[in-house]
Every structure is written in C-alpha cells, then in structure tokens.
C-alpha cells in the first residue's frame, strides 16, 4: 500500500511538472505581461496630467523643466540603460532577426529585466517632462522582455521557443496598450517574425488571450478613440478621400523616416558633433526646442497627442492647421537625443491633424472619414506595415464600415512611403545588430583588420602570398619552396622591412619558428634545420650564407610532411600505416628537388574521398557510428 501510495505521488508530480512545462509558464507569463501593460499604461497617463497641471499654472515652465528632464534621460540612459532607447520595437525585431546562438546573446542584451525597469522609469520621466512620446513601443519591448525571461523557468531552453516567447510576449504587449487583440496577431505576423511558424500560432494567441483579459478585467472594454458614427455618404468622396490621404500621408511619412535615418544630412555640422561628443547636452538642447514649439503652438504638442487626436475624431476640439507640422517637429525633437518613447501614439496624432487639415480644404466629405483614413495612411507610411496600421485604426474606432477604405489607403501610403525611406523599424533594427555584433567581437580581429589595411600599399608594391612571422620579408623566388610545407594558408604580408638574412631561414623551415633577436648573425640563421631548397632559392641567399646552405641542404635529408587527417561524413577516417612509416634518410635526388618547383604550377584541386582501410585483425567490419545525442525537450510542441 504505502509503495502503491509513492508510486501515485510521484506520478501526480509527474503530471504537474508536465502541466507546469507546458501551460504554466505561458500563462504566467501573458498575466505578467498584461498586468504590467496596464499598470504601464496608467503611469503613463499620471504623468502627463501632473505635466499639465504644472504647465497650465506656469506656461513658460517648460522651458526650464524639458532642458534638466532631457539631459537627466539621455545621460541616464546612456550611463545605466544602454538598449533602452527610442521605441522598443526595433531592439525586438534585431532579437527576432537572428539565428541560433546570436539569438540568445542579442536578446540577452537588449531584452533583460534591468531595461525593463530603465524603459519604464525612463518614459515616465520623459512625459512627465511633456516631450512627444508614446507608450506603446515602450509595452511593445516591455512584454517581449518579460516574456523572454520566462525561460529560465524551463530546464532546458531552445533558440526557437526563445524566439517564440519574444514574439509572443511583444504581440501581447501591443494587445493589451491599445486593447486591440486582432492588431497583436497581425503585428507579431507582418512586423516581427514576417516568417509566421505554425507552431508558434498557439503561443501568440494563448498569450494574447491572457493578457487581454487581465487587461480588460482592471480596464474595461472599451476602444481606444471611441466609436467612429460617420457614415459613408457617397463613392466619389470616400474614392477622393483614400487617394488624397493615401499619396498625402504617404509623402508625410515618408518624409519622418528620411528625417530620422539621414541625420547627418540636413542636421548641421556642430549639433552632430555636440551629439556625438556631448549627448546631454544635446538633450538638454532638444528639450529646449520642443519647449519652444509646444508654447509656440499653446501647447498642444506636448505628450502623445492621444487627447488632440481623439478630440478631433469625436469633433469635441478644434485645432490648427499648423498643428501638425509642430507636432511632427516636435516628435523629431524628442526622438533624437534618444530618450525611451515610442512613436505609435504620436503618428496617429499627426495623422489626425493632417486629416483635419484636408476637411478644411474639402469640406464636403465628412471630417470623420478623412481623420480616420489619414490616421491609417501616416501609421502605415511610417511602419510600412499596411496590414498592422489598417487593424490597429480599425480596432481603435470601431469603423467596421469601413475596412475597404482603410485598406486601400494604408496600402497606398506604404507604397508611397518607401520612395523616401526603407522601412523604419527595420532599418533600426539592422542598426542594433550591426552595433551588438562589432562590439562583442574580439580584439584580435580588429587588431588584424587594422594591420591588414595599414599593409595595403605593401601588398600592392610586392604581393605575397605565402604566411610569414613578424619581422620577416621572404622573397618572391624563395617563395617557391612552400610547395614542400602541406597546407600552406595564403596570406598578405603584414610587414615592409626586415633584415635581409632573415628571409632564407623563414623559407627553410617547414614550421613557423618562435620570434628571435633581428640581429642574429647569417651563419647561425643558415645553422638551423633546412629542407630541401631549389636553386633559385640559394641564389636568393646572401653570397655569404649561400656555402653554409649548401652544405647543411646536403647534410640535412628532407622531412616526410605530416600526413593530413581526412574525416568522411564526421567520422575520422583511418590512416593508412604507410602514412606513419619513418621517412627515407637516404640523399634527396634531383628529381626530388625539382618536385616543390612542378608542385607550383596551377592545378585544378580534387578532393577525393578516400576509403577506410581494412580494419585490423580483430577488430570488427562494422563501420563506427557517431555517438548519439542525449534527447533535449522539446518545448516547442506544447503549443500545438
């Protein structure tokens, strides 16, 4: 009974273990995540209202509080948060972007818990400073972060199901900050993984379940703009509005993404060396310009824009014309120094200004209409992501009505942005891999590559093509005798000048020799071990070593090459026993010597893949089999 009773326990732990393995972690991790969105999105939001209370009671406070605010993030940033920068997004596509082990060590640095607390505590100062930044990228890095960690709980974690959780916990992410659980699914196909596995399917959509109902739960169901109520009047005017909101906003964007990408062209000589050399500074710098251009505009560009964009939407707030041309500059501003903040809140901004922009040039189609389809063109033409910018605005007004319409204006505003730029998101993204990977290469490498440029105009003046030691210069006709060393490697010289009597011992020698004093004498150089050199090579010689090389070529026989190890299909394959006879001591021929000098001559290289031989007496026929790999759990097929 009481070995019955063991046996049942530790087949119950079994099952919670599997259970555990398998849902568990997932779930907790989508709660987590949800549960951070909110409390993200709520502190957000608390700051940007302690920024409007503080600049409704002193206007030109600003102008003092965005200078210290900019500074204070970007040197906070730079000295504790390194990755922690702009949106969020672009650092989880170069995680994503990667294969196997690069994988892992790229999300390992831009994915941990300490940027977490950076991208969070960073943002709300920035808002709380009234700099144009949104908090939906920021969420975006935030869940894939969260949930990225959520391998440790696994015993044994594989680069895909890392990958898998990355884009699970970013479509989550995305989820839970606008409430939109169709626009995650889309978002984590066409922006992130733009390969979407089968397999990964349950994971986005389990975790995006749970962290919209934790969302929802402490939320409520509601939609991000409110409830589009303009109906569609006529063909012609929604025909003119898609064409006019499409090029428009796709101009627009594309534009911003030119801005952001080519700042060294049309940013000045001295900011982008103040940028470069003094970055706080240069925030304090930015901060002073935005503060310039929210008091300019009554302050309507500071913060995300949600409250201007949603006020133009519902027709409760008249803005500008202007507005979004300042809006637009002074999204710039903020995103510049490099300061946490997304970009998704602000385009919708801008968007909207620009469409009630055209309802003052066309005021006989319904201002709702052109808002939501400019909304949806900017989106689209910064993102390059028509799909993603379509669903999000759809989900965000509730225009079911019109989904033909946004689709065809988010098309075409992509289409038109990539004639001024590449895609945002991606570009920098390539910008962080690029970044991670020279900075965790190895010294050594660039210690070459800096040699190997500075012995540029050598390599011209003489090529070299054999390998050769520090010090040394081997000359062109003593480089014939590298046909008796097996597996000489071609490679540039590296150095100019070098004693002359140097040279012959480098080529006499079939192995490197260890660095010796330069000012050795030519008798103890021509003393050491030699091969069997040709004639060409000794008239090289100094005319005072060319005797003792003579005399040491006939005394010294030659050496049998080592014989090379070959592997066939990763099993190492057997020697023959003539392979490791001892050489001849007999006097190298003429014949022989001549050998190295016909070895020269270019021919085509033939691997041929030689067969085993016959195994030893007592040794069986059977060829050996490479061991076996101890079976790793496979925690992708959970989530089928």
């Given at each position: 009974?009481?070995?019955?009773?063991?046996?049942?326990?530790?087949?119950?732990?079994?099952?919670?273990?599997?259970?555990?393995?398998?849902?568990?972690?997932?779930?907790?991790?989508?709660?987590?995540?949800?549960?951070?969105?909110?409390?993200?999105?709520?502190?957000?939001?608390?700051?940007?209202?302690?920024?409007?209370?503080?600049?409704?009671?002193?206007?030109?406070?600003?102008?003092?509080?965005?200078?210290?605010?900019?500074?204070?993030?970007?040197?906070?940033?730079?000295?504790?948060?390194?990755?922690?920068?702009?949106?969020?997004?672009?650092?989880?596509?170069?995680?994503?972007?990667?294969?196997?082990?690069?994988?892992?060590?790229?999300?390992?640095?831009?994915?941990?818990l300490r940027i977490v607390?950076?991208?969070?505590?960073?943002?709300?100062?920035?808002?709380?400073?009234?700099?144009?930044?949104?908090?939906?990228g920021p969420t975006v890095q935030v869940g894939a972060a969260l949930m990225y960690n959520m391998r440790r709980f696994y015993p044994r974690p594989s680069a895909i199901l890392e990958k898998r959780l990355i884009l699970a916990g970013a479509a989550a992410g995305l989820a839970a900050a606008f409430n939109t659980p169709l626009a995650g699914i889309v978002f984590a196909i066409e922006e992130l993984s733009?390969?979407?596995?089968?397999?990964?399917?349950?994971?986005?959509?389990?975790?995006?379940?749970?962290?919209?109902?934790?969302?929802?739960?402490?939320?409520?169901?509601?939609?991000?703009?409110?409830?589009?109520?303009?109906?569609?009047?006529?063909?012609?005017?929604?025909?003119?509005?898609v064409i006019l909101c499409g090029l428009l906003m796709g101009g627009a964007g594309g534009f911003f993404c030119w801005l952001l990408l080519n700042m060294p062209k049309w940013i000045p000589s001295p900011l982008l060396e103040l940028r470069a050399r003094r970055p706080v500074a240069f925030g304090a710098l930015c901060g002073l310009a935005v503060a310039v251009i929210g008091i300019a505009a009554g302050g309507a560009t500071y913060g995300s824009g949600y409250a201007e964009a949603r006020g133009l939407l519902t027709g409760q707030q008249e803005l500008s014309g202007m507005y979004p041309l300042a809006k637009m500059a002074s999204m710039v501003g903020s995103y510049?120094?490099?300061?946490?903040?997304?970009?998704?809140?602000?385009?919708?901004?801008?968007?909207a200004g620009f469409g009630n922009l055209l309802h003052m040039l066309f005021g006989d189609i319904s201002p709702q209409i052109l808002i939501a389809l400019a909304m949806v063109g900017y989106l689209a033409a910064v993102t390059q992501s028509p799909i993603t910018s379509f669903v999000i605005v759809m989900e965000m007004?509730?225009?079911?009505?019109?989904?033909?319409?946004?689709?065809?204006?988010?098309?075409?505003?992509?289409?038109?942005?990539?004639?001024?730029?590449?895609?945002?998101?991606?570009?920098?993204?390539?910008?962080?891999?690029?970044?991670?990977?020279a900075s965790q290469a190895p010294p050594q490498q660039a210690q070459a590559a800096h040699a190997a440029h500075a012995a540029a105009p050598v390599a011209e003046l003489e090529p070299v093509h054999a390998h050769v030691t520090e010090?040394?210069?081997?000359?062109?006709?003593?480089?014939?005798?590298?046909?008796?060393?097996?597996?000489?490697?071609?490679?540039?010289?590296t150095t100019a000048a070098a004693p002359a009597e140097e040279a012959?011992?480098?080529?006499?020698?079939?192995?490197?020799?260890?660095?010796?004093?330069?000012?050795?004498?030519?008798?103890?150089?021509?003393?050491?071990?030699?091969e069997t050199l040709p004639a060409q090579a000794l008239n090289a010689l100094p005319e005072e070593a060319q005797p003792v090389a003579a005399e040491a070529q006939v005394a010294t026989p030659a050496a049998a090459p080592r014989p090379r190890q070959r592997r066939k299909h990763g099993v190492q394959a057997p020697l023959d026993k003539a392979q490791h006879a001892a050489p001849d001591s007999r006097p190298a021929t003429m014949e022989e010597q001549s050998a190295p000098l016909q070895a020269l001559e270019p021919q085509p290289q033939v691997v041929e893949s030689p067969l085993p031989a016959a195994p030893?007496?007592?040794?069986?026929?059977?060829?050996a089999q490479p061991r076996r790999a101890k079976r790793v759990y496979r925690q992708g097929d959970l989530f089928d």
């Open positions: 009974m009481r070995k019955m009773l063991a046996g049942l326990h530790g087949h119950t732990r079994r099952q919670v273990r599997r259970l555990w393995l398998q849902y568990g972690i997932l779930w907790s991790g989508a709660v987590i995540t949800g549960l951070v969105a909110v409390l993200y999105a709520r502190l957000i939001d608390y700051g940007f209202e302690l920024f409007r209370d503080m600049q409704g009671d002193y206007r030109l406070f600003p102008l003092v509080l965005m200078p210290a605010v900019g500074a204070l993030c970007v040197w906070a940033t730079r000295r504790y948060f390194p990755g922690s920068e702009g949106s969020g997004i672009p650092q989880v596509i170069a995680s994503l972007g990667e294969q196997g082990e690069r994988t892992t060590r790229l999300a390992a640095a831009l994915l941990t607390a950076g991208k969070i505590a960073l943002s709300f100062l920035a808002i709380l400073g009234g700099f144009t930044i949104g908090r939906e733009r390969s979407f596995e089968q397999r990964a399917s349950g994971v986005v959509i389990t975790t995006i379940i749970f962290a919209g109902v934790v969302a929802l739960g402490l939320t409520g169901n509601y939609t991000y703009f409110g409830t589009l109520t303009a109906s569609v009047d006529s063909a012609r005017n929604v025909i003119v509005s510049l120094p490099g300061m946490p903040g997304g970009i998704f809140a602000p385009s919708l901004s801008i968007g007004v509730n225009g079911h009505a019109l989904v033909i319409s946004l689709m065809a204006t988010a098309l075409l505003a992509s289409r038109v942005s990539r004639f001024f730029a590449p895609p945002l998101y991606e570009a920098l993204s390539e910008r962080y891999a690029h970044a991670h990977h010090a040394a210069v081997v000359p062109q006709s003593a480089l014939q005798t590298t046909a008796v060393v097996p597996q000489v490697e071609p490679q540039a010289a012959p011992k480098e080529a006499w020698t079939s192995t490197p020799p260890m660095q010796e004093p330069q000012d050795a004498p030519a008798q103890e150089a021509v003393a050491a071990p030699v030893e007496q007592g040794e069986s026929d059977t060829p």
